[in-house]
T-cell receptor
């Protein structure tokens, strides 16, 4: 079955530390890949996306993600986390056409001062 | 450009009442998706609509829930005879025809938070 997995429900890091949030997918073809961020009480904002080409994509707020076909992964990274990065992060995949974009269950990022 | 507009942002209903949630997509967008976010859970797809058509409602509960996206006006998600389990955040997202077909990239509203007493 097709699926998107974010194995970490909660991640806690200290401000200034590096961050990696994991995302794995299970699809027959290479999907379009997205990371969204949701601040408390807000909607989802697109951080970055991968369609094709360079497997390392840069996003807003200093985030980047790397697509690894061999591992079916699209992990999100940031070299130095800020307190304002505390939020819920969702990985999502799309296949285009009438395919409905599917979201992982989300990873809650907690940032300690 | 205004983003995806959802209203009301917060809605309180008693059990048995009806809830109506509205979504105006971004200008130029004719594809609307509704997702539900329950506490401690991710986003669950409910329904995908284009103007005057329901394209996919595979995520909608079979009873009490309905959605429409008329030729004029916003998309509406309607929940009849609400129960406590309907308490959740309901998010609307929109996309352009070309973008939706090619990639599935979505633009989200800020959500409507329904509380059922």
């Amino acid at each position: 079955a097709q699926s998107v997995t974010q194995p970490d429900i909660h991640i806690t890091v200290s401000e200034g530390a590096s961050l990696e949030l994991r995302c794995n997918y299970s699809y027959g073809a290479t999907p379009y890949l997205f990371w969204y961020v949701q601040s408390p009480g807000q909607g989802l904002q697109l951080l970055l996306k991968y369609f094709s080409g360079d497997t390392l994509v840069q996003g807003i707020k200093g985030f980047e993600a790397e697509f690894k076909r061999s591992q079916s992964s699209f992990n999100l990274r940031k070299p130095s986390v800020h307190w304002s990065d505390a939020a819920e992060y969702f990985c999502a995949v799309g296949l285009g056409g009438s395919y409905i974009p599917t979201f992982g269950r989300g990873t809650s990022l907690i940032v300690h001062p | 450009n205004a983003g995806v507009m959802q209203n009301p942002r917060h809605l309180v209903r008693r059990r048995g009442q009806e809830a109506r949630l509205r979504c105006s997509p971004m200008k130029g967008h004719s594809h609307v998706y509704w997702y539900r976010q329950l506490p401690e859970e991710g986003l669950k797809f409910m329904v995908y609509l284009q103007k005057e058509n329901i394209i996919d409602e595979s995520g909608m509960p079979k009873e009490r829930f309905s959605a429409e996206f008329p030729k004029e006006g916003p998309s509406i998600l309607r929940i009849q005879q609400v129960v406590r389990g309907d308490s959740a955040a309901y998010f609307c997202a929109s996309s352009r025809p070309g973008l939706a077909v090619n990639t599935g990239e979505l633009f989200f509203g800020e959500g409507s938070r329904l509380t059922v007493l």
